[in-house]
């Protein structure tokens, strides 16, 4: 049953990952763009690589010749990964799901277009003229995201046209990969955010959700996550119809993280990961019987998963850098190590800029407890903690 895996992208997500998978006796590549990633510290061993280079991605497998290949991040020549499907190698989701989800452009032509979930208005743009005139289209105030991003890099709310310049400017810079394009969102009146973690498996086995995760966002990144977000029948319905008839489209087995905006009006279809999702590190304070990292490990390897069941209610704070650092240090680990019902993760990544995710403060309680108060306290954790330089 030992498997090799190839891990496309070595942040905090493929480092919970790598450990799920070392639990069970599997054998890990981390390849990243930069020495000492998270992922690499616990895998078996490690490349570093610029993932944007077909050939140097070519050369990885072709070396390692792994069993699956497990993308983290976007930033990858994913149009390799149809040949890599055709030499035996299992692209996880697959290579379809990699290529379409790497790409706001691909997904949200899916979702909205062929398969008709309600979405919010969008246009897309390839120079500053084009947005102006997107933003003519779709009105303001409205949202610009790279189509190429992650963790809400390049992403901005425009509130007046003198924040048009800027937000093109700051799009650019913080898209991944080579395409300078952008989408224009009209701006979705919604009550909460949530993101839905969808299981899909092989075999025919049924798509297995977990309960709804709700999370907060600044910058276009989120800050807290709890879980179970409060939704009703109606909307966690449509959202699970939703959900499956995305991933279905997408196929491969596999955990995605399915983003939602709900509103008066219904749910709104937002984003979609193919992977373990940033707001899904609340399973990492045992919310469920298994966290996303076991559940997506488990898919991949067709492995049963008999049931997904929520165990208790949890948080999750971020832990923010505020200054750059070549070798960043913490303080205040003890204190946090001395609250009750709490945990926390520091990622161990080399370098520190302002706002970068160093780790992760989680707290739970019983379902008697009111989750703000368990979202509180997962704040105040988190800020008990200070990055160094």
Not at 208 to 229: K, M, N, T, V
Not at 231 to 259: P, R
Request: proline share 4%.
């Amino acid at each position: 049953m030992k498997k090799k895996i190839l891990l496309l992208g070595a942040g905090e997500l493929g480092k919970e990952f790598v450990i799920a998978a070392q639990r069970i006796g599997q054998y890990c590549i981390a390849v990243d763009s930069y020495e000492n990633a998270p992922a690499m510290q616990v895998a078996d061993t490690f490349e570093v690589i610029n993932m944007l280079d077909g050939e140097a991605l070519d050369a990885i497998v072709a070396k390692y010749q792994p069993d699956f290949i497990v993308p983290e991040i976007e930033a990858i020549r994913t149009e390799r990964f149809y040949d890599y499907e055709k030499q035996g190698i299992k692209v996880v989701p697959s290579a379809k799901a990699a290529n379409f989800t790497m790409n706001r452009k691909a997904i949200r032509d899916l979702a909205a277009k062929d398969l008709g979930l309600r979405t919010a208005t969008y246009r897309y743009a390839t120079s500053k003229e084009e947005l102006e005139k997107a933003i003519t289209e779709v009105g303001i105030p409205c949202v610009v995201k790279p189509l190429m991003s992650s963790s809400g890099k390049g992403q901005s709310t425009i509130k007046k046209e003198e924040d048009i310049e800027k937000s093109w400017n700051y799009a650019v810079e913080g898209s991944r990969g080579d395409i300078v394009e952008v989408i224009v969102e009209a701006f979705v009146n919604f009550h909460s955010e949530i993101t839905l973690l969808t299981v899909t498996q092989n075999n025919s086995l049924p798509t297995l959700f977990c309960a709804p995760i709700g999370h907060r966002q600044e910058r276009g990144d989120y800050q807290e996550s709890w879980q179970p977000a409060s939704v009703s029948e109606k909307d966690l319905a449509e959202a699970q119809y939703m959900a499956e008839k995305v991933t279905q489209a997408l196929g491969g087995a596999g955990i995605f993280g399915v983003e939602f905006f709900l509103t008066n009006e219904g749910v709104y279809f937002s984003e979609l990961s193919p992977r373990p999702h940033d707001t899904g590190m609340v399973t990492l304070a045992g919310t469920q019987n298994f966290n996303e990292f076991e559940l997506h490990l488990r898919a991949i390897l067709s492995l049963p998963i008999a049931e997904i069941t929520l165990e208790r209610q949890g948080a999750s704070a971020v832990i923010l850098a505020q200054e750059n650092s070549t070798n960043p240090s913490y303080t205040g680990i003890e204190a946090l190590a001395s609250q009750p019902k709490s945990d926390f993760r520091i990622f161990g990544k080399p370098t520190s800029r302002p706002y970068r995710r160093m780790g992760v403060a989680l707290t739970h309680d019983n379902f008697e407890t009111d989750i703000e108060k368990i979202v509180e306290r997962a704040k105040s954790n988190a800020s008990i903690v200070v990055v160094n330089k």
